[in-house]
């Protein structure tokens, strides 16, 4: 390629010689070229181009033309580069729309709202999957052993100076008994099952149902209770089982039957079974198999194998609420009315201990009438044939001829035929007073009961115990 004329350019300094570009007015020599050589120059550069002028242009050409390759091939390239891979979907949970402070209004009037941008769409919920039962073993129920042991320190004993029975707490300051336990005392003696003993009032009596009521002072919060069930839905053949002292002295004894019957004696429900009963079991608890009270030991005939009642727990709960005892099922006729059976009866050795009572206080009552007698003749005696002194208390003054230590001075019997009589007679007294004595034991009569008939009929005397 030619190179370019520096002439179009370029001048020559008339004062130095000096090459000055055509548009600088003045050399560094300090020499001013014309305006017209400049101008000049110019307009013949415009109007004949020489040929630096066309190199330099097509050097500018290729320039320009090769920059407009390297873009467009890297256009082409930036077209073919692949795809990115596409983003996971990720589940964006739904933003709590945020109420907006109240926009405030310019001088122009409110300002529009701007919409707000689409909600996403709510994810679509997954199918629910239903929870695993839990698998639970089958409640069975509680051992006969745990129910025995649970109930069993509900039970006492309860005793007076005349008899010894059973009764069981139904709260922590009541217990429930039978009315011939407590018999005529307005106070009794308990003994828990740990052997500690403490006083009991009693509070009612029922004695159409055989039913006592007593009341504790000075509660124990933990006192064990016996919860009270019903005898109306008792079925024939349930299980059952009673708690008492057999005989007075194996106390919180305990045995298992099934109910027998359901029995009605006048007003009462008895509940019959074969669980064994023995005298000391009365005012003791019949309890089911889940260890509720049902009833109230009362009777059991001796003689007859299996052959025991029970006082509906009903009549207990009438009484304990208030409410009269009899209950209103009661009133209707049945076809097994029992009128023999009455709790308010006693049977087998109860039985037998009434009918020895009523013997000994008819036996003492006859005797009294021939003691009225001897007090005459020994008044009589100890007058004309006795001079000796007495010592002792007794009942009856001629008493003294039956202990004969206890005369001093001249002996009682210093007095012939009449002394001897007199002697015969207190022995004949003596050996009846024995005998009643005797039998009144046998049949089971109560120390107290003896002890209160002799007082009454001013017969008491330690000879009739030898």
Wanted: proline share 9%.
């Amino acid at each position: 390629m030619p190179e370019a004329d520096s002439t179009a350019f370029s001048r020559v300094c008339p004062a130095c010689g000096r090459r000055v570009p055509r548009k600088v007015a003045q050399c560094r020599c300090g020499a001013k070229t014309p305006a017209e050589g400049v101008a000049q120059a110019a307009s013949e550069s415009d109007e004949a181009p020489s040929s630096s002028d066309f190199a330099a242009g097509v050097r500018f050409g290729l320039i320009v033309a090769l920059g407009l390759g390297v873009i467009g091939a890297g256009a082409f390239l930036i077209t073919r580069r692949p795809p990115p891979p596409p983003k996971p979907v990720v589940a964006v949970a739904r933003p709590i729309p945020v109420e907006e402070p109240p926009r405030e209004l310019s001088a122009a009037g409110p300002v529009s709202p701007q919409p707000l941008p689409p909600e996403p769409p709510a994810p679509r919920p997954l199918p629910e999957v239903p929870a695993p039962q839990p698998v639970t073993a089958p409640i069975s129920a509680a051992s006969l052993e745990d129910i025995i042991s649970d109930v069993m320190p509900a039970v006492v004993l309860v005793q007076t100076s005349e008899s010894r029975g059973s009764g069981f707490y139904v709260k922590a300051d009541t217990l429930v008994t039978n009315v011939h336990v407590v018999g005529s005392y307005s106070s009794v003696t308990i003994r828990k099952m740990d052997g500690t003993t403490l006083p009991a009032r009693v509070e009612l009596k029922s004695s159409d149902f055989d039913i006592a009521i007593l009341k504790t002072s000075n509660p124990s919060p933990t006192q064990a209770i016996i919860p009270l069930g019903s005898s109306d839905n008792l079925r024939v053949g349930q299980e059952v089982l009673a708690i008492g002292s057999a005989l007075g002295k194996f106390q919180n004894t305990v045995t298992r039957g099934i109910v027998s019957a359901i029995r009605h004696a006048g007003d009462a429900t008895l509940v019959q079974t074969d669980a064994a009963v023995n005298p000391g079991n009365s005012g003791g608890p019949l309890l089911d198999r889940s260890g509720w009270a049902i009833g109230i030991t009362t009777m059991g005939y001796t003689d007859r194998q299996g052959l025991n009642f029970a006082v509906g727990i009903d009549h207990a709960r009438a009484l304990l609420e208030g409410r009269s005892a009899s209950s209103s099922s009661n009133t209707v006729a049945r076809a097994d009315d029992i009128r023999e059976l009455s709790p308010s009866l006693a049977s087998g050795a109860d039985k037998i201990r009434a009918d020895g009572e009523r013997a000994f206080e008819e036996t003492v009552a006859e005797q009294a009438k021939r003691a009225d007698v001897l007090d005459g003749e020994w008044r009589r005696f100890r007058e004309y044939c006795s001079a000796g002194q007495i010592t002792g208390s007794f009942d009856r003054p001629w008493f003294a001829m039956l202990a004969p230590r206890s005369t001093t001075g001249q002996s009682i019997f210093d007095c012939g035929s009449y002394s001897s009589e007199m002697l015969r007679v207190a022995t004949s007294f003596k050996d009846t007073m024995v005998r009643a004595t005797e039998e009144a034991r046998r049949a089971g009569v109560y120390p107290g009961v003896v002890r209160d008939a002799l007082r009454k009929y001013r017969l008491s005397h330690e000879a009739w115990g030898r």
